[in-house]
């Protein structure tokens, strides 16, 4: 198997879907050394079969241990490393787990949301159109979903900006191009103490928010979660919970952005907006890749994995997969885009998808609803940062202009 040339990290993290359409379409499935020396499955048939087959692709590879570098010192790396994690566990112990936290995002129970997600929303947009020049990241994407994943675990307002920085770290941690991690170590160790200080409160005193919840539903089982288990599940639904709909109104907006025609069709038809956010995800999905380890010796499409093999599972390649959507590369806000893999498949499908949907809905309709047309600031459409890991994909900041109705 002759190993691809991988492009630049600069011009990967810039625009990395001509990579991965080399990738995808040379052969199903290589051995990327420079991609954590991991099996790269790139085609959609073939990803969503290993997603759900859980006996020979296992999830231990998903856990925040495996990306953790060694600079951020043991002391900060023994919070990782728990029997019972949610993202990096395999039925039945998964199944279970999920349980104790599903009901708090049923389809019903996300619904009900939306009144007070519209209100955050024009809120924050009341303060983002008074200015000139706006930064869509920091205005809106970011402490929409911050401010209601913070209220639906019980953190104090005055924590809010703490919490997006707490996971900002974590994610940073795992980026290819910060090179001393070891500052982010301090604001990894300050969550562990709040979350450690709230969770040992609720036990004392509970509340009607997630947190709580968890620590009933762990308790009841006769401390079914240690305290340090119970922080790994609040840190996961914190960085799930406002990293994915973050990424997904910045990537949304980039490729509105660079198809003003799509743009024009949401102003004149907004009932397109929740068809215009599939696309979104399927387009450029705020989640690029998903691990897996193999069980027991097996193969894919025809090619050999060892027993104990890394197996990187593209999502954004296969969702440009021209077998399952024609055109891949052109964005459409009218195309069918079931099937996506955007937010994974089988027992892991994201549990704050429903939420994560509705986030982006209700942020591009409120902010249709004011303005008539969006550019980029001078400068910007040329040099946007990006995330600087293939785990997630979004834009860091992303400076424009509106013109308000």
């Known amino acids: 198997m002759e190993t691809p040339f991988v492009p630049p990290l600069a011009e990967l993290l810039a625009d990395p879907h001509p990579f991965f359409s080399a990738l995808r379409e040379a ?62 566990s395999d039925p039945p112990l998964h199944t279970h787990m999920r349980t104790l936290v599903s009901r708090a995002f049923t389809p019903r129970r996300v619904a009900e949301l939306e009144p007070h997600l519209r209100e955050i929303t024009r809120e ?21 979903p911050v401010t209601v994943i913070a209220e639906l675990l019980g953190i104090e307002p005055e924590h809010r ?50 947190i709580s919840a968890l620590v009933e539903a762990s308790e009841a089982e006769g401390g079914f979660l240690s ?34 025609s799509e743009w024009e069709r949401l102003v004149a038809d907004p009932s397109l907006i929740p068809n215009a956010i599939e696309e979104m995800l399927r387009y ?49 806000v009218t195309r069918d885009a079931q099937g996506h893999l955007a937010f994974g498949h089988g027992v892991h499908f994201c549990l704050g998808a429903p939420l994560a949907r509705l986030e982006a809905k209700v942020a591009f309709e ?7 047309r969006v550019s980029f600031a001078p400068g910007q459409e040329g040099h946007i940062a990006w995330s600087e ?11 424009l202009r509106a013109e308000r109705r």
Do not use: C
């Open 227 to 260: 305290t340090l288990e119970l922080i790994d599940f609040v840190r996961l639904l914190l960085i799930a919970g406002n990293e994915t709909t973050t990424n997904l109104i910045g990537n949304g907006m980039v490729a509105l952005l660079r198809h003003p």
């Open 284 to 332: 450029e999905g705020p989640a690029q890749s998903i691990l897996r380890m193999t069980t027991q010796d097996t193969e894919i499409a025809g090619v050999p994995i060892p027993k104990g093999a890394q197996v990187m599972l593209l999502l954004s390649a296969a969702n440009r997969d021209p077998r399952k959507f024609p055109e891949p590369d052109k964005f459409d």
């Open 124 to 144: 924050l947009l009341d303060t983002m159109l008074a200015k000139k020049e706006f930064d869509l990241v920091a205005d809106l994407a970011a402490p929409l």
């Open 366 to 372: 409120e902010l249709l609803r004011r303005v008539r």
């Open 389 to 399: 890991t293939f785990i997630v994909r979004g834009p860091l900041s992303l400076q």
């Open 161 to 210: 900006l703490d919490f997006k920085r707490w996971s900002d770290a974590i994610i940073q941690a795992a980026s290819f191009t910060i090179r001393d991690k070891r500052p982010l170590a301090d604001s990894i160790r300050q969550l562990q103490t709040y979350l450690e200080s709230t969770i040992e409160q609720r036990r004392r005193i509970p509340r009607n928010d997630l």
């Open 27 to 88: 052969t199903p499935v290589q051995k990327v050394e420079a991609f954590m020396g991991a099996y790269v499955v790139t085609r959609h048939e073939l990803i969503g079969p290993i997603l759900k087959d859980t006996t020979v692709f296992s999830s231990r590879m998903m856990g925040f241990e495996q990306v953790m570098p060694q600079e951020l010192g043991e002391d900060v790396l023994r919070y990782f490393r728990v029997e019972k994690a949610l993202l990096s």
